[in-house]
């Protein structure tokens, strides 16, 4: 192998300098970071949701760190879509990385008219369909357990925007696989999972809830055996390509995800800990890439070996 090897990936017409992105929710809109790492050098950038009109969010406590990981019932507070587009969007044109919209909406034209709306805006180059947070009380987010629910929503958002679709799916399913071709009958272009695990903290002294909402998602390294999993079952049942996600916190936590299938991945929790995290998950993997002599990150997306 000469050179450096080939870390460019095609998600059908989304196209990644590399595979590593910064997770929705743990990354804000980019502005914060950007004064700690260079954002040119991220395969993309998930933002943090955003839904048609300004949103609070849950009451306080919303976060609890819990042994490896950590609650959070934050709830989609959000500025609003015409924010985003005036305020946040501007400010993230200016870097040269893909620009993933994590939308979310109470009810099914919530998403059709965000959808539309960021069509026409330049710097969008995919949406992620945010339909499985588990922290908000509203029936939208319920979407994401009903394959039927999902078909027909993915289908109604492919009339109305030609940007490629990213569906987030939920681990708190039974079977995971159905919700993905559900996903995929729809249209979806790419799915990406999971997103948070459904869990809760009880203060014992009190003998209250830790978190303010009661329940929240549980996100960090204690998922991602979970996470992985379910990336290896999805990835056999579908043809579309799949980002993986949950407690990555190195080179090998993302190498274990595109082994079992992911073609690329995103980086969570891990940004609060070190915001450095997703560029030394991208050196990892080259380094991992030329050690073996694999020429480009796309042969080793599923290359698990299992004996039957």
Do not use: H
Not at 88 to 99: A, C, E, G, N, Y
């Amino acid at each position: 192998m000469n050179g450096l090897p080939d870390l460019r990936v095609k998600l059908g017409k989304l196209e990644l300098k590399n595979p590593v992105l910064v997770a929705s929710g743990t990354f804000g809109y980019g502005e914060e970071y950007a004064e700690l790492i260079d954002l040119n050098k991220l395969g993309g950038i998930m933002t943090k949701a955003v839904t048609l009109r300004p949103k609070e969010g849950n009451p306080p406590p919303r976060l609890v760190e819990v042994p490896c990981g950590l609650l959070n019932a934050i709830g989609l507070e959000n500025p609003g879509l015409e924010v985003f587009i005036r305020e946040k969007l501007s400010f993230l044109r200016k870097f040269d990385t893909k620009i993933i919209v994590n939308i979310a909406g109470e009810k099914e034209d919530d998403y059709l008219q965000i959808a539309k709306r960021l069509s026409k805006e330049n710097g969008v180059d995919a949406l992620e369909v945010n339909i499985s947070c588990p922290n908000v009380k509203e029936g939208g987010l319920s979407f994401g357990t009903d394959p039927k629910v999902i078909y027909l929503l993915v289908k109604r958002l492919k009339e109305v925007c030609g940007l490629p679709l990213i569906l987030k799916l939920t681990p708190n399913v039974t079977d995971i696989k159905e919700v993905a071709k559900a996903a995929e009958e729809g249209g979806a272009d790419i799915l990406s999972l999971v997103n948070t695990v459904l869990a809760m903290a009880v203060d014992v002294d009190t003998q209250r809830p830790k978190l303010g909402n009661i329940v929240g998602g549980l996100s960090g390294p204690a998922i991602r055996p979970i996470a992985v999993r379910m990336v290896w079952e999805v990835s056999g049942a579908v043809n579309i390509p799949i980002i993986g996600m949950g407690g990555i916190m190195k080179a090998e936590d993302a190498l274990e995800f595109v082994i079992a299938g992911a073609s690329a991945v995103a980086v969570g929790t891990a940004n609060f800990v070190d915001p450095r995290t997703p560029l030394k998950v991208i050196e990892g993997i080259g380094r991992y890439l030329k050690d073996k002599g694999i020429d480009s990150f796309a042969s080793l997306v599923g290359s698990l070996k299992v004996q039957r």
